[in-house]
């Protein structure tokens, strides 16, 4: 399968993410060969709890309705292509959570987006369609797997359907105006468009169709980032400027509010005016980094947990060889040395973030494949300094010794502090 950077980056992507759709169709129905498939969604519901509701959903669309018939339970493979017969739409909601080729693509795609990566596997008979038009609240990616699909997709209807908050309702096709692309994807193509974008997509009579729907970017805007630094920089203002504890004139009232905004009144242009005066004052008391940090925390908490490759999970504790034997407890010492060389699982396992006057180390290696879960995974930090000597030295090993911590004993007790949670050790076992 093709690596999971070439699956979603396209040429010319700077002139199109967050602006307009694009269509690549590459001629080649192999493209994304391994990714997923239908033997693969059959072999899921034959070998896992799949539930109605929380991991697969039964949808349809017709003559204008749209419809989810989901029985409460688990999703058993007789009722479930049984419905796929009847015309209905299946839609499996997370399928990382049980596909490791998936997890493994997500995995990387959420550190080059620095923002969680999602997705859900639609799979739809000939001649049918499963979902009404709406737009998503999220950058959707539409990897064709098999067969082949019929796409349009319309305009926002107005700037404030532009990059929206949240999804729409369903609309109905005299709401929508025309389509500005209207495409049939076949296996290996890709259509890209923005949250806001309407879609809409159905099969053709001559093929069923199986796509992967990728998606990131969910409440990742400035202004996302502004509700955390807003009322951040309001309470360090309170605390250090008199001007934001001054009470607010007697009058007031007399003159503000929604009953006194069509009068004309110079007391309103000064309060207004003072209300200027303050939020520019405000800039100067923004703690951003520590808004970014609330902001990776929860990026954090969102991940999927990383990868690792036979070598990575052999030099950590996932891989250690302790066990059970003769009636005691094997192989549970791991000797650690001014020489031992380390590093982090990886680029995107952990990051220090600050918390008023602590800063702790937040890790992502015990965050579950279904999504939170698991609460976040944290270590209060001591020796920052040589955390973020680790962090800022990764892919590279580097010794024990060469962190920056006072003492050895210290030196080698946070390594091994590390280690149990987001540490690789060279050469280990």
């Known amino acids: ?35 997923f498939s239908t033997a693969e969604f059959d072999r899921i519901l034959r070998n896992n709890d799949v539930q109605y509701g929380v991991n697969l959903d039964v949808t349809s669309y017709t003559n204008g309705k749209r419809e989810t018939h989901n029985p409460p339970g688990r999703a058993l493979p007789y009722t479930v292509w049984d419905f796929y ?20 693509v997500l995995s990387i795609l959420q550190e080059k987006f620095g923002s969680m990566a999602g997705a859900n596997v639609y799979l739809t008979p000939a001649r049918t369609q499963g979902f009404a038009p709406h737009y998503d609240d999220i950058e959707a990616f539409i990897l064709q797997l098999e067969g082949k699909k019929h796409w349009r997709v319309y305009n926002p209807r107005s700037e404030d359907e532009v ?26 193509d890709l259509l890209y468009f923005p949250r806001g974008f309407i879609h809409q997509g159905d099969c053709l ?48 009232l007399q003159f503000m509010g929604v009953q006194n905004s069509e009068k004309e009144d110079p007391r309103r ?39 690792l490759s036979a070598e990575e999970k052999a030099s950590s504790v996932y891989g250690a060889p302790a066990r059970w034997g003769d009636g005691e407890a094997l192989d549970v010492t791991v000797q ?20 008023g006057d602590t800063v702790s180390l937040i890790y992502t290696s015990e965050n579950s494949r279904v999504y939170h879960k698991e609460e976040p995974k944290s270590i209060e930090m ?30 080698v007790l946070h ?13 280990l076992f």
């Open 85 to 104: 017969e009847s015309g209905c739409s299946l839609r499996m909601l997370n399928p990382q959570a049980f596909s490791s080729t998936v997890w493994q």
């Open 163 to 188: 990059l929206p908050l949240v999804s729409s309702p369903n609309f109905s096709q005299d709401e929508i105006g025309q389509p500005i692309m209207d495409v049939v994807l076949e296996a290996g």
């Open 1 to 35: 399968m093709t690596s999971a950077l070439q699956v979603l980056f396209f040429p010319h992507y700077r002139e199109n993410w967050e602006k307009k759709p694009i269509l690549i169709q590459r001629q080649n129905p192999d493209y994304y060969k391994g990714l």
């Open 205 to 252: 009579p001559d093929a069923h169709s199986m796509h992967i729907t990728v998606s990131s970017y969910q409440r990742n805007s400035w202004g996302d980032l502004l509700l955390k630094l807003i009322p951040a920089a309001l309470e360090i203002a309170m605390e250090e400027d008199v001007e934001f504890r001054k009470g607010l004139p007697l009058d007031y």
């Open 415 to 427: 390594a091994f502090v590390l280690y149990l949670r987001t540490l690789a050790i060279n050469d």
């Open 336 to 355: 650690l040395k001014g020489q031992t060389q380390i590093r982090l699982l990886g680029a995107g396992a952990a990051r220090l973030c600050g918390d």
């Open 269 to 307: 242009d000064r309060f207004i005016a003072h209300i200027e005066g303050l939020m520019k004052k405000l800039v100067k008391y923004a703690p951003v980094d520590a808004a970014v940090d609330q902001k990776a925390r929860d990026f954090l908490h969102d991940c999927l947990p990383p990868v």
């Open 382 to 411: 001591k020796h920052i300094d040589a955390m973020e000597f680790l962090i800022h030295s990764y892919p590279k090993f580097v010794s024990v010794a060469s962190l920056p911590c006072e003492r050895m004993e210290a030196t």
